[in-house]
Structure formats: structure tokens, C-alpha cells
């Protein structure tokens, strides 16, 4: 019997999303048309989103999470530091980081793939916190008094 962060338990959906999020920062940051001039300031958005990453790593450490929305076998429930407003900073993180990339690109491709990552991160989010239910226990009361990514917003 395998446990819910085995690979052999992670469903097609769960490799979709992953694979589409993967693809979706290669499209942002591809350099479809030459080189932007005069929009450094955007990639401003992009240093945020580094700093709200280092963050999250302090207080949520490589091992208890991976790029799959099913937890690890060994995953624990972290509500400290970021944790404490959002229940997905690190997803918060590359948002912001793609959307300077995408910003500062600027051309209609990366739209379309800043389009597309948020679509994943969405999907990744609604199977990731249905598994977080089954796996915590004190989940739910956690829900009640966080958000998902932007604090007091949403």
C-alpha cells in the first residue's frame, strides 16, 4: 500500500497540471521578440516574488513539499512565517516572479503563458487542498483564518 505522496499514486490531472506549469515559465520567459528596452522597473514585481520565496523556505524547508499537489508521505502542516496569512506563498512567489518576467517581456506569448500558469496553479491549489483536508486534521480551522494568496484578498 502506497501513500498519497508516492509517485505511483499521483494522477494524470496532478502530471498535467505539473507539466502545464512547467511549459507556462518557459513560454513567460521566452524571448519571442527582441529584447525590451525601458522596462526594467517591471522586473521589480519579479525581485518580490524571490523575497516572499526565501521567505517561505525559512519557514517551510526543502523536503516537506514538492511540485505535486499531493503532500509528501512525510509532509507536516506549517502555519508560520508567510503561512500565517496565505496558505500558498510559494505559489504567490512565482506568480509574482512571472508576472515582472511577463511584464518586463512584454509580448502577447508571455501573457498567454502567465495565462496558462495561473490556470495550473489554480488546478494545483483546488487538488492540493482537498489532499491537505484528508492528510491535517486542524486543516479547516486553518482554511477559516488564512487565504490563498494574497493576504486579506484572496
Request: aromatic letters at 12%; one cysteine or more.
Amino acid at each position: 500500500m502506497t501513500d498519497a505522496g508516492s509517485a505511483r499514486d499521483k494522477s494524470m490531472l496532478s502530471h498535467a497540471l505539473v507539466t502545464l506549469q512547467m511549459t507556462s515559465i518557459v513560454v513567460i520567459a521566452w524571448p519571442f521578440f527582441a529584447q525590451p528596452s525601458g522596462r526594467l522597473h517591471w522586473l521589480a514585481i519579479s525581485a518580490i516574488g524571490v523575497v516572499v520565496g526565501l521567505y517561505t523556505l525559512a519557514h517551510n524547508k526543502l523536503g516537506n513539499f514538492g511540485i505535486y499537489p499531493e503532500p509528501l508521505d512525510n509532509a507536516c502542516l506549517v502555519t508560520s512565517g508567510p503561512y500565517r496569512w496565505i496558505r500558498h506563498p510559494m505559489y504567490t512567489s512565482l506568480l509574482l516572479f512571472m508576472l515582472g518576467v511577463a511584464l518586463y517581456r512584454n509580448a502577447w506569448p508571455n501573457y498567454l503563458g502567465l495565462a496558462l500558469l495561473m490556470l495550473a496553479i489554480f488546478g494545483k491549489m483546488q487538488r492540493e487542498e482537498a489532499h491537505l483536508h484528508l492528510k491535517f486534521t486542524d486543516y479547516s480551522d486553518y482554511v477559516k483564518r488564512t487565504r490563498r494568496l494574497l493576504p486579506g484578498v484572496y
